[in-house]
């Protein structure tokens, strides 16, 4: 059975940094593209970051550009998600998401983590 776990969020002042984690189980982990997504209280679903498979491509929203890294490191069946500068507009539930192709709509994902809950405020 495929499971997706997140972990990493807190509270962090604005201009401060955070790093999620995501990790897999439960399939062939380099066959899949992860992304992570987002959802703000009172707010639809939101496209953060992906990254594919193999080929390491990285796309990032405009909202986070510049200040969020997605990583993957398949040995250990992880996906990070490096966020600094954080401003409180990044505080949302963080979700990451599995799929074999890596694209900015959460209908194309299957499969979905619980999510961590990220607050940036002083």
């Known amino acids: 059975q495929l499971h997706l776990v997140e972990s990493g969020g807190g509270l962090v002042q604005p201009g401060g940094s955070l790093r999620l984690s995501c990790v897999a189980s439960g399939f062939t982990f380099d066959d899949y593209a992860i992304a992570w997504f987002r959802q703000a209280p009172g707010k639809g679903r939101e496209w953060v970051s992906y990254i594919s498979n193999v080929r390491g491509i990285l796309e990032y929203s405009d909202a986070v550009k510049g200040r969020f890294t997605i990583s993957r490191d398949n040995a250990k069946n992880t996906v990070y998600l490096q966020m600094n500068s954080m401003k409180p507009e990044d505080t949302a539930v963080y979700f990451c998401?599995?799929?074999?192709?890596?694209?900015?709509?959460?209908?194309?994902?299957?499969?979905w983590g619980q999510g961590t809950q990220v607050t940036v405020s002083s």
């Open positions: 998401a599995a799929d074999l192709i890596g694209t900015y709509n959460e209908d194309e994902y299957e499969y």
